[in-house]
């Protein structure tokens, strides 16, 4: 999921380190005044977990490997805005420290990691909860989860595509088709993780955590 540096052309890694920095301070902003002040180690604690759980690769088919992405869950948890800022400093430390994604690739990193994932995952985890009721939670969080890395996906396709690395096309269906698997495993571990946190007690994001 990480682009790495020399995927993207010039003019697509300037837009999007623009836009990448200003959707990321702009979730700070909001998460300031969206996140109770109790809530923030639990927030650096939800970071730390997802960044080592990104370590741990699961096998796929053809000898390739996918990793947890953890947008979804941060999302249910915190809301879509602090999601944004925790996955933003996730990828941050990922590139600067471990060279894990491209410095000029970050901004679309965080563009579709931390935007689109989280902001996929918590809309389709919502109105999973709203069809359902408020029955079936693991249900919801498993498709929140497989969504919102599809959706990334979708968004690192559109940007190759864009930059000529390679055609929409061919991009597009190899992306999604690898990540619908990959998916699998991200839902698992967001609806194991999302069922922990309920048996203990913890609440996971409802409405109003747009606000």
């Given amino acids: 999921m990480h682009i790495p540096d020399g995927y993207l052309s010039m003019e697509v890694w300037t837009a999007t380190t623009v ?19 109790p809530q923030v180690p639990a927030a650096a604690l939800a970071g730390a977990f997802i960044f080592a759980a990104q370590m741990l690769n699961f ?16 999302a249910m948890l915190f809301g ?9 400093a996730v990828l941050i430390v990922q ?7 491209g410095i000029t690739a970050l901004g679309a990193n965080i563009l579709c990691t931390a935007i689109i994932g ?8 919502q ?11 693991a249900a919801a969080s498993f498709a929140a989860a497989w969504v919102s890395i599809v959706a990334a ?8 595509a864009l930059s000529g690395a390679a055609p929409l ?25 999302a069922a922990y946190l309920t048996e203990r007690g913890t609440s996971l994001a409802r409405e109003g955590a747009f606000a």
């Fill in 19 to 37: 836009a990448g920095a200003a959707a990321a301070g702009y979730a700070l902003r909001r998460t300031r005044t969206a996140l109770a002040q």
């Fill in 59 to 74: 096998p796929i088919a053809g000898g390739t490997s996918g990793h947890f992405l953890g947008s979804a869950l941060a």
């Fill in 80 to 88: 879509p805005w602090a999601a944004t800022v925790i996955m933003s």
């Fill in 95 to 101: 590139a600067v420290l471990f060279h894990d994604g």
């Fill in 118 to 125: 989280s902001f996929a995952g918590y809309g389709v985890y």
């Fill in 127 to 137: 109105a999973g909860l709203r069809l359902l009721k408020g029955r079936l939670q």
């Fill in 153 to 160: 996906s979708c968004g690192v396709a559109l940007l190759l």
């Fill in 169 to 193: 096309g061919a991009a597009l269906p190899a992306m999604l088709g690898w990540h619908a698997l990959i998916g699998i495993g991200e839902g698992l571990i967001t609806m194991a993780a």
